[in-house]
Structures are given as structure tokens and as C-alpha cells.
């Protein structure tokens, strides 16, 4: 029996294991990093224990602290979630000595999977196909090259210890292996402390199409059917799908039946998958198994009504899994986007900051959403920058893609960069629509799918005008709402009512009059174009605007000319580095009084000086830099209290 549970993670996975152990009546204990204590899956958890570092090193990653934890907690099981410890086969061992259930399989078959070369070894003996390559233990540059001629150029050099598409190089030509052998080894050590690659044939526009199993303690494992996660940005996955469009009946078994081999070889128990690269002639080549859940599984559980963390809790206990491999359903079709904080006209940096607005689309039929952050959390750069999935079912995948189009739009945030815009685009892209998918998808389409936003022009700013008028504070308090006192529109005397700002949105400023002809409704800006009337997010916080208009959402401040002139880098700025650089002077200490405008660091960047100022009065809380510092755009540099 699992009466308490520990999570040993954060972020969206935690609280959405969280969230089944609350429907099973399980008692959830959530763990915690320094910088974590106030995180959405710590609110959301029934207990909680604080792990004292801030990096994953010094907190999510130490084992023995979060078997401590669970023992101190009186948790009888631990789930690892993905990432962390999920993948570590000492950990699961060590849960078991300290008689814990650990929430994913046998720590044998960790350690089977663990190294690709290895396990592609096995799985070829298991009858299961593999992408033609050489994973021997030869690590000479001469054995890659005789077995690159055999395979036949272009080919993949891939990190045995591998995984997140570290240490990975094609290689087009003979001419270019040296070379890129010694990087990917030196890539390879620094990510996973071993050296040694594998090299492979690299297919033409593969899709990546992965099947999830599942198996109990009683010998029963079955496919719950395929995702297909072509849709990939360096080697990483942003888009994922089930089922995969397009895959005759008998493929799909085919696959299906490869990973229950697989899964079987290794005497799996649990959730895993098995990823394969299908070519467009239908064969389809093993490339590795993820021993745990993985981020993408909400779709699979859209298309069986199958809770796959219930499952893992319920084979855990010895329960037999209630279907056969026909009986298992399938219904319609699921959508996942990875919302990332991070910049994609930036190389897809990551991004870091207070989450100064986050609004989530509602979830509800066909919606879902596990998000592991909510509005006015700090986005810390130590840890995997996903905010959030958004998830749609349909009837049909047609159906499934509307949706979550119309959840992308729903969806308010600002403060950290994000890649919403470029997940609307891409599900917005005709090749996506007619699904057209392959892991080439992204770098295609790459011009139509990262742009910048588009500009505003005269009508977006007669609607902030509006906007930001009808949301000011009322200047005048009374019990009149009619009083021309209480108005806000510029009310006078004998003149029609106008006002004159001065705002500024994307580094464009506008002196502008308030036009009146759009008006607030609660947060929703209503006005008619061509008598047909539209509807735009509308959200004031205290000296900002948020208008969601042509697809992004565009943040309005007014603008003061004569402030503006002495502020240093303007507008922007704030407690971020606004681009990576070095700190060349810290002038503030922790616990300093501070006045507005007070320069606080000194940014060194693409040769120029850039001065970080308060934008308000207040104490410094917190100094996140150091003189002679490198540090990425985004960083949160200081933390400044209000006074
Ligand atoms: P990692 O474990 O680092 O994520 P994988 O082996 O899972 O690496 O591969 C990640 C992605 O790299 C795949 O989804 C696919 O897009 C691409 N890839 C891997 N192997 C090949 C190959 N042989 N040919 C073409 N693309 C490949």
C-alpha cells in the first residue's frame, strides 16, 4: 500500500503527480531547492521538505537527503518524475535498500538502457531493428572510419552516455570526421564525464515516432500506442502528437510489437518508451528507450482516458494491468506544446525573470494544461526552463489542432521571454496542418516560424489609448459615478472629452489622444471593426498595460520624455541583464536602501556599458552577480524589495 508519496522533482511534473496522488487519496510530500521554497508544486503538495542547496547538484539530485526526506516523511514510495534521478539506476537501488518503492522499473533495466551503445547491442539481439551503425567498444579514429565508409556517409556521432542531444555531430564527409570525433568526445565528456561515441547512419528527414509500454509485475506488457515528436529543435522535441498521422495499421503493430520485445528484454516493469526514427519507405529503426514517464505522455493519456501515473502507483502495489493489447482504447486525436521560457530568435537561450503575468487558458473539454509555475514566480535559470504543456484532444487531429491554437491564444504571459509566439506559428503553418512532419520540420520552415513580432501601428495605439485610459485608477473618489469628477476620460467644460498621452510599447513612443471608441470590460478590450465586434485581452498592472493584439501580447507603459532622457538604456532595462555580458561593477550591497533611478550594476556588452537602475525605491534583497561575471541575457541579476 502507497498511503504517502514523495516527488522527487519540480516544476509541472511534480504537480501533476501531485494532483493523481491527491485523486488516489495518497498524501503527497513535495522536495524543495532553496530557490524553490514558494514553487507551485511546494504550494500544491501536502508536505513538504526543504533539500537546502539552490543548483540540482546540491538539492533534486541528492539521493541520499531525498531518501531521508521520504523516511522522515513517512513515505513508503518515491516517483522520480523525469530528468534528476529518474534515469539513475544507483538511486533506484538505494530506494529499494531503504525499503522504498521507487516509482519506475527494476534498476537492472535503468542500467540496460542507460548506454545507447549497450543497448543497442542488446536490442539487436532482442530481433528489434536498429539504425545500420558501429557501438563497439574500438573508440580509435580509425574504427570510425572504416565503419563510417561501411554505413556510408552522412552519419551521426552520438554519445554513448548520451541523452538531451548532447555530443551529437553529423558528419557529411570523410574530410570532416576528425574533427568532429574530437568535439563530439570533448562534448560528450563535459556533459556526462565519458568519452566514448557510437556512430550511425544519419537518415534524410526521419520522423521520430516513439511507442509508450507499460508493463506489470505479472508478465503483461502492452504498447498504449505511438507519439510522434518530429517536430524538434536541436534534437529536442517542442511538438508532440498521438497517434502518429499517417501510419498504416499494420506499421503501427509492427512498432508496437518491437517495443514489447524491447521492454521485455529487459524484464521492464512500468512505464517506459521506446523511440524509433521512421523513413519515408516505412522502416523504422530503434534508437533508445526511456526507462521513466516522459514529458510528452499527456497525450497518450488523451487518447486511452488511461492516467499513466495512477498506473505506475497501482503496478507498483501488485495490481495486474485490466486490458489486453486489443481491448486497449483508442480514441481521436492530442496536441502537445512545450511552453518554454526561452527566446527562439535567440538561438532558443533560455530565459530567466519574474513571471509578471501568467494567465492560463481554462482548461475543460478536450483542454489540458500541467503547468508548474503561476503569476509573480521568480523563473530561475538553475533548472529546465518548461513553464507548462498545453494539451488538446479532438474527434480529429484537425479538431485537436484548432484547440490548441485557441488555447495559445488564451494564454497571457510577461515578464520572461517565451516561445508562445513560435508555437502558434508552427501549429499554424499549412505543411503542420496537413501534417507533414519530419525532425527537418523546424530548420524548413525556420524564416515563416521565427519572426519578430510584427509592429504596431495606428490602430493598435487608439486601442491602447483606450485601453489605458479607461484602465487608470478613477482620479477623483466619490459616491457620483457620474460626476465628471470621477471621469477619466478628460472631461471639460464645454470641449469634447480628450486626453493626451504619451506611451510607449516596443521602443516606439506615441503622444496619442484617447479616441473612445473602444471600451473595458472587466479585462477585455471590446470594440467593433466593420460592425463585427472583437474582443482583446486587456490587463493593467499598476504602470503597465498587457494588450493581447495580432497574435502577441504587447506591453504598454507611459511614456515620460524628460525622464526618459537621463534613465540610462531606457525603458527597458530592469533587474535582468538585458543581454549577455559581463558585470564590470557591483555598486549596491544586500540590505542597501536604494532610491529610483539609482544606477545598481554595470553591464559590460558587445563593447558598451549598460547601467542596471531601480526603477522604484526600495532595499536590495538579493545580489545574483559579481564583479567580472559573465552573464546571460535574462539573468536575474538583483532583487529589489519595494519600500
Ligand atoms: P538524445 O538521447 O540525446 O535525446 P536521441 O538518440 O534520442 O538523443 O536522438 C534525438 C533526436 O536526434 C531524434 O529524435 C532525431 O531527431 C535525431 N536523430 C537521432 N539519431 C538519428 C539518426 N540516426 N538519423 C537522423 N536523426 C537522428
Redesign the pocket.
Known amino acids: 500500500m502507497i498511503e504517502r508519496l514523495l516527488v522527487a522533482n519540480r516544476g509541472e511534473i511534480a504537480c501533476r503527480i501531485i494532483r493523481t496522488a491527491r485523486a488516489m487519496g495518497i498524501t503527497s510530500v513535495a522536495v524543495h531547492s532553496a530557490t524553490d521554497s514558494g514553487a507551485r508544486h511546494v504550494r500544491e503538495a501536502d508536505l513538504a521538505v526543504d533539500l537546502g542547496g539552490e543548483r540540482p547538484a546540491q538539492s533534486y539530485l541528492l539521493g541520499e537527503r531525498i531518501i531521508a526526506a521520504a523516511q522522515a516523511s513517512g513515505a513508503q514510495a518515491i516517483h522520480p518524475g523525469y530528468g534528476f534521478l529518474s534515469e539513475n539506476a544507483a538511486f533506484a537501488r538505494a530506494c529499494e535498500a531503504a525499503g522504498l518503492i521507487f516509482l519506475g522499473p527494476p534498476a537492472a533495466a535503468i542500467e540496460a538502457m542507460g548506454d545507447?551503445a549497450a543497448a543497442k547491442a542488446l536490442m539487436g539481439a532482442a530481433g528489434v531493428p536498429l539504425?545500420p551503425g558501429y557501438h563497439g567498444a574500438q573508440q580509435d579514429q580509425q574504427s570510425f572510419r572504416k565503419a563510417a565508409e561501411q554505413i556510408g556517409y552522412p552519419v551521426?556521432l552520438?554519445a554513448s552516455a548520451?541523452?538531451?542531444?548532447?555530443g551529437?555531430k553529423v558528419v557529411e564527409k570523410p574530410a570532416e570526421l576528425a574533427e568532429a570525433l574530437e568535439s563530439a568526445r570533448r562534448e560528450a565528456q563535459a556533459a556526462f564525464g565519458d568519452a566514448r561515441l557510437l556512430v550511425?547512419?544519419?537518415?534524410a528527414r526521419?520522423r521520430?515516432v516513439e511507442i509508450q509500454v507499460f508493463a506489470d509485475r505479472h508478465g503483461h506488457c502492452l504498447y498504449l500506442h505511438e507519439r510522434d515528436?518530429?517536430i524538434?529543435r536541436r534534437?529536442?522535441?517542442v511538438v508532440e502528437e498521438a497517434p502518429a498521422p499517417g501510419l498504416s495499421t499494420e506499421l503501427r503493430a509492427a512498432m508496437g510489437q518491437a517495443a514489447v520485445r524491447a521492454a521485455q528484454a529487459i524484464g521492464y516493469v512500468g512505464a517506459g518508451t521506446v523511440?524509433f526514427?521512421l523513413d519515408d519507405q516505412g522502416g523504422f529503426?530503434f534508437?533508445?528507450m526511456n526507462t521513466r514517464l516522459q514529458v510528452e505522455h499527456p497525450v497518450t493519456e488523451a487518447i486511452t482516458g488511461l492516467d499513466l501515473v495512477s498506473w505506475q502507483i497501482r503496478v507498483a502495489c501488485g495490481e495486474v494491468l485490466p486490458f489486453t493489447q486489443a481491448q486497449l482504447p483508442l480514441q481521436g486525436h492530442a496536441i502537445e506544446v512545450r511552453l518554454y521560457a526561452e527566446d527562439p530568435l535567440n538561438d532558443f537561450l533560455p530565459a530567466s525573470g519574474l513571471l509578471q503575468l501568467y494567465r492560463e487558458p481554462t482548461a475543460g473539454e478536450g483542454r489540458r494544461v500541467d503547468s508548474g509555475v503561476a503569476e509573480g514566480d521568480h523563473i530561475s535559470p538553475f533548472y529546465d526552463p518548461l513553464l507548462a504543456k498545453l494539451v488538446a484532444w479532438g474527434e480529429t487531429r484537425e479538431q485537436a489542432r484548432l484547440r490548441l491554437l485557441g488555447m495559445l491564444d488564451e494564454l497571457c504571459l510577461a515578464g520572461v521571454r517565451s516561445n508562445r509566439a513560435f508555437l502558434q506559428r508552427i501549429l499554424a503553418e499549412p505543411a503542420f496542418a496537413a501534417a507533414e512532419l519530419d525532425?527537418g520540420f523546424i530548420e524548413r520552415h525556420r524564416e515563416r516560424l521565427l519572426q519578430a513580432p510584427g509592429a504596431v501601428d495606428e490602430s493598435f495605439w487608439a486601442l491602447a489609448a483606450d485601453a489605458w485610459l479607461q484602465s487608470e485608477p478613477a482620479p477623483m473618489r466619490g459616491d457620483d459615478p457620474h460626476s465628471p469628477w470621477a471621469a477619466r476620460s478628460g472631461w471639460r467644460a464645454g470641449m469634447p472629452a480628450t486626453s493626451t498621452l504619451h506611451l510607449v510599447c516596443d521602443a516606439a513612443a506615441q503622444r496619442l489622444q484617447a479616441p473612445g471608441q473602444a471600451h473595458l470590460e472587466g479585462e477585455w478590450l471590446v470594440h467593433s471593426v466593420d460592425g463585427v465586434e472583437q474582443r482583446l485581452r486587456a490587463i493593467r498592472q499598476g504602470d503597465t498595460l498587457y494588450l493581447q493584439w495580432r497574435g502577441a501580447l504587447r506591453c504598454i507603459r507611459r511614456f515620460d520624455p524628460t525622464a526618459a532622457a537621463d534613465a540610462g538604456h531606457g525603458i527597458a532595462g530592469g533587474l535582468n541583464a538585458p543581454m549577455s555580458g559581463s558585470i564590470v561593477r557591483v555598486l549596491v550591497e544586500v540590505g542597501q536602501q536604494v532610491e529610483q533611478g539609482q544606477a545598481l550594476l554595470v553591464l559590460e556588452a558587445m563593447k558598451m556599458e549598460h547601467s542596471i537602475r531601480a526603477p522604484h525605491a526600495g532595499t536590495i534583497g538579493a545580489l545574483h552577480c559579481s564583479e567580472g561575471e559573465m552573464v546571460t541575457e535574462g539573468a536575474v541579476l538583483v532583487e529589489l524589495r519595494e519600500a
Open positions: 545507447k539504425v551521426l552520438k548520451g541523452g538531451g542531444g548532447k551529437m550511425e547512419k544519419y537518415l526521419p521520430h515528436c518530429s524538434q534534437h529536442q522535441k523511440e526514427l529503426y534508437m533508445e525532425t
